[in-house]
């Protein structure tokens, strides 16, 4: 009995990765998504979730931010917003990006699109 409680206590602990929102499914990695760096004004949309992005400091602030726009994508959003002007430095040799993940309503999700 003790061992059907640890293995479904690791089966819940591991997850599958992010949850999504199923209104909003995963979107392909370079999806359009629009970066706003405080909070949105005269857009109405619903809030996923939240997401992150930690570089290397040789990759630079510009691709750290593409990868923050690839995490909105896989999470269903077409925009991210609250995303700081400048990274933050979790340790010496890293850059860190956060915002929060949101899918405007009423837009239809487009595949294959370029990421602004």
Do not use: W
């Amino acid at each position: 009995m003790r061992k059907l409680i640890c293995a479904i206590a690791l089966l819940a602990a591991c997850g599958g990765g992010p949850k999504t929102d199923p209104r909003y499914p995963p979107r392909p990695d370079n999806c359009e998504v629009q970066l706003f760096r405080g909070k949105v004004a005269g857009i109405t949309y619903d809030d996923i979730g939240h997401v992150d992005s930690i570089c290397g400091n040789d990759l630079g602030p510009e691709e750290c931010l593409k990868e923050l726009k690839k995490q909105t994508c896989k999470l269903g959003g077409d925009i991210v917003y609250d995303v700081p002007d400048e990274p933050s430095k979790p340790s010496p040799d890293k850059i860190a990006y956060t915002g929060r993940v949101a899918h405007t309503r009423g837009a239809a999700p487009s595949a294959g699109t370029k990421s602004r």
